[in-house]
């Protein structure tokens, strides 16, 4: 058998399953970012929790929005439309400015 060559075959039947891909941090941020500017309660899942988006979720947290985290994948945001402005000494709230702006 040849170790460059892959060969495939066919099952002779359809193929039934899920697949879920893993979370993205760069879509999380962002994910997380348009819930906490929407009016309302957001619900995120299959989210990539990392450190990133951890500073994200409590720059939101710091400028009025609320961030719940129900499990491992998922956030729960409820925001009111608008960002308050954040504290002068929250570097997280800083963070996610300087990536908004």
Do not use: C, Q
Not at 76 to 96: C, D, E, I, K, Q
């Amino acid at each position: 058998m040849n170790k460059d060559r892959l060969t495939v075959i066919p099952p002779g039947h359809a193929l039934s399953g899920k697949v879920s891909p893993p979370g993205s941090k760069s879509i999380t941020n962002r994910a997380l970012l348009l819930a906490g500017l929407a009016r309302g309660t957001s619900r995120l899942t299959g989210a990539l929790k990392s450190d990133d988006t951890r500073h994200m979720a409590n720059a939101l947290r710091a400028m009025g929005v609320s961030v719940e985290e129900p499990d491992d994948t998922s956030f729960v945001v409820t925001g009111t439309g608008r960002l308050a402005a954040p504290p002068a000494r929250s570097s997280s709230a800083m963070r996610a400015r300087r990536r908004v702006f």
